[in-house]
């Protein structure tokens, strides 16, 4: 640990900050630590999911709340969760009255790519709009004026939630994981402590152990072991979108329905 980290740590006046992409909501966490940590206010930064890594590698931030896949070198990875895609529509469209879709069933669709798109496709379905819109909440303005759809995770949809629009899981689309980042040269008693506290830990365990990327074996990393690197084939597990509480931040024509949507028995 360099002498400016250590110094950090030992400063009772240090700042932990905290990154985060949008669609993730980590203020169930936020709140524990202010529980935990009085001594150490907590500061939020958001960025945009293309420049997550570079916010950690950078020391802009201590730690942060990602979207994999991301190029780990230098990074200590843990999986956290997987979110359901979705496919947002105009309210009129033959989508909304089923209950969910494949892909093939936008074979027919237009469907907009953002430049800021999180999902990692092999081959986008349908038939791609003209220009890709420079971000999502640029895109699901494009839905509202049916100029297409947009398949996305399912927190993104509700971030940029409209009342003309609706959404649809897309039960075969690639999905996004979210995940916990850091340096692996800067793994603070802070970084420690926050790791512990997304793990559920309570204070009386975390104060003080270290923690071990979760690599499925169950060994949450207490006592004396040392620290390691995440490592890749952890499980992380399922949900249907990102249901933590929000939190208060400071400072930053019709698409055509001719797919064929499973519809409700």
Request: proline share 7%; charged share 25%.
């Given at each position: 640990m360099s002498d400016r980290y250590a110094d950090a740590v030992d400063d009772e006046a240090a700042t932990f900050r905290l990154a985060y992409v949008p669609g993730v909501t980590p203020g169930k966490w936020v709140r524990v630590w202010s529980e935990r940590r009085p001594d150490v206010p907590i500061e939020l930064i958001t960025v945009a999911a293309t420049d997550g890594a570079a916010c950690v590698r950078d020391g802009i931030a201590d730690i942060a709340l990602l979207r994999l896949p991301l190029e780990r070198d230098g990074l200590s990875v843990i999986p956290l969760y997987?979110?359901?895609?979705?496919?947002?529509?105009?309210?009129?469209?033959?989508?909304?009255?089923?209950?969910?879709?494949?892909?093939?069933?936008?074979?027919?669709?237009?469907?907009?790519?953002?430049?800021?798109?999180?999902?990692?496709?092999?081959?986008?379905?349908?038939?791609?709009?003209?220009?890709?819109?420079?971000?999502?909440?640029?895109?699901?303005s494009h839905v509202a004026s049916e100029v297409g759809v947009l398949v996305t995770p399912q927190s993104l949809a509700r971030l940029h939630h409209r009342r003309d629009l609706t959404y649809?899981?897309?039960?075969?689309?690639?999905?996004?994981?979210?995940?916990?980042?850091?340096?692996?040269?800067?793994?603070?008693?802070?970084?420690?402590e926050f790791v512990g506290i997304v793990r559920g830990r309570t204070a009386n365990s975390s104060r003080g152990r270290t923690i071990v990327p979760d690599d499925g074996s169950g060994d949450q990393g207490g006592g004396t072991a040392k620290r390691r690197g995440a490592r890749q084939g952890s499980q992380p597990r399922k949900v249907v979108g990102d249901k933590t509480p929000k939190v208060r931040r400071g400072g930053t024509g019709r698409a055509k329905?001719?797919?064929?949507p499973r519809r409700r028995r």
């Open positions: 997987t979110e359901v895609s979705v496919v947002v529509v105009p309210k009129e469209h033959a989508i909304s009255a089923v209950d969910e879709v494949t892909v093939a069933d936008l074979q027919d669709e237009t469907v907009l790519h953002p430049l800021d798109d999180v999902l990692d496709w092999v081959a986008l379905p349908g038939e791609e709009a003209f220009e890709r819109p420079a971000d999502t909440e640029l895109a699901i649809r899981p897309v039960a075969d689309a690639p999905q996004s994981q979210v995940g916990l980042v850091w340096r692996s040269d800067h793994t603070t008693d802070l970084v420690d329905g001719s797919g064929r």
